[in-house]
């Protein structure tokens, strides 16, 4: 009896120890959105710079306020923004990379979706002094979709500022989750947002993030409405009928016009500090965006991101259609098949779990067929690849130059049997 109670009070106690050695290693080893899975490419992993992150707030003054214009009456008003920026930081060793981002999910909390705020963590100290003495990094700035938020894609915003880039994400107003308004504002802004971020970014004076930015090797990233954004900046500007449709939805404003590729002035607006673009699942082709002549203003070296079932953007007559219509840019396009459009941001929240909720919280995030996880580790790798090749001057060909069909043979910079699934398509433009 003696030695069963023994055995027993034994088989307990290394229960214990198996629990609490589990709990320990949960906690040191908590995964947060951008970390590593086992399978995770080898450009996913984080640089060698702890990062710093700020908020800043910015005024865009005189512009058109595309939701009071009537009758082809443009009032103007300073448009407000606010943008995230993720940095390399002067970090004492052994210092914790930790912050807590404040998000919400819905859209608007009025009459459309009630706003559920919720909490994040992220691997950046928060407000840490920006590197100094080491150099200036590439600028990269980032666009959300309609709607969304600064914070949709930390996962890839904090992975490039470890790599040596300074990233600055902007909440669009009029398109995030807390003030989603009218799309034509959306429409108008997007492309004007990113170039005053960018002349922003480029005109800091007194501050010490001014001696870290290279403005003039910059590289722009967008993601839905985003990618309609990136890409008219980039040189692919908007067709005739889009600027027609733009009017009909107005009442008359051509405040677009300006933004058309048959605008002399917009193609004299292009600017040559912008060196990369990445565009994820980006808008409007199969609405009439733009049409032959006008993606063969874009001319810089492209990343575009799909999935082969965006039921959003369309892939076919949508992305693929940019894609082969960019004759005069360097291009690649990555296919993940029988995704849909959520190809860009950070997973699922838990509280999008929470019963009751609109499956659509969860929506926003989440692919039906891949892990977003997975999704995240992918784009770090060949984001990385890319905008690293075209804004620091490094060899990744290994990474990029790889047969078309992931399902025909291993990746290079994938772990055996993990490249299923994706396609990569590259072109050379004609220019």
């Known amino acids: 009896m003696n030695c069963r109670k023994g055995y027993l009070f034994q088989t307990l106690f290394i229960l214990l120890l198996v ?15 951008g970390d590593q899975l086992p399978d995770a490419p080898e ?32 009032p103007l008003y300073d448009r407000p923004l606010t943008v995230e920026i993720w940095y390399p930081a002067e970090v004492a060793a052994g210092t914790e990379a930790s912050v807590t981002y404040e998000e919400v999910m819905g859209t608007r909390g009025d009459s459309l979706r009630p706003l559920v705020p ?51 994400s902007i ?36 501050d010490a993030l001014t001696e870290i930015i290279d403005a003039d090797n910059t590289g722009i990233v967008g993601y839905s409405m985003g990618g309609y954004g990136v890409l008219n900046v980039g040189g692919a500007g908007y067709s005739d009928g889009a600027a027609g449709f733009f009017v009909q939805m107005t009442g008359g404003s051509t405040a677009i016009n300006s933004l058309a590729a048959s605008n002399a002035e917009y193609q004299k607006s292009i600017d040559p500090r912008i060196k990369a673009i990445v565009a994820f699942a980006p808008w409007g082709m199969a609405r ?6 006008g993606l063969k203003g874009l001319k810089k070296p492209t990343l575009f991101i799909a999935g082969s079932q965006d039921d959003i953007s369309g892939y076919e007559k949508g992305i693929k259609a940019i894609y082969e219509g960019a004759i005069n840019a360097d291009r690649y396009l990555l296919t993940y ?61 290994t990474f990029l130059d790889v047969p078309a069909n992931s399902n025909e043979k291993d990746w290079p910079g994938f772990k055996p049997r993990s490249s299923t699934g994706m396609e990569l398509l590259k072109a050379d433009g004609l220019k």
């Open 171 to 206: 909440d669009h107003t009029d398109s995030t989750f807390k003030d989603a308004n009218a799309f034509h504002s959306t429409l108008l802004n997007r492309a004007k947002d990113i170039k005053f971020v960018l002349n922003e970014m480029a005109g800091l004076n007194g």
């Open 118 to 168: 919720f909490t994040f963590k992220g691997r950046a100290i928060r407000d840490a002094k920006p590197k100094s003495a080491v150099g200036k990094f590439p600028l990269v700035i980032v666009s959300h979709g309609y709607v969304g938020s600064r914070y949709l894609m930390t996962y890839l915003t904090e992975n490039l500022a470890s790599k040596g880039y300074v990233v600055v």
């Open 19 to 33: 629990l609490s050695a589990g709990t320990t290693l949960s906690a040191q080893h908590e995964f947060l959105y």
């Open 43 to 74: 450009l996913s992993a984080r640089g060698e710079h702890t990062i710093g992150v700020r908020t800043m707030n910015l005024v865009h003054k005189d512009q058109v306020d595309i939701l009071n214009s009537k009758e082809g009456k443009d």
């Open 337 to 397: 098949i029988d995704a849909r459009h959520n190809v860009a941001p950070n997973p699922p929240p838990a509280e999008s779990l929470a019963p009751g909720l609109p499956i659509d919280e969860y929506y926003r995030y989440a692919d039906a067929t891949w892990d977003q996880r997975k999704i995240n580790n992918v784009n770090q790798h060949f984001v990385t690849a890319f905008l690293g090749t075209h804004l620091k001057n490094q060899d990744h060909s």
């Open 288 to 293: 009439g965006v733009w049409d032959a002549e």
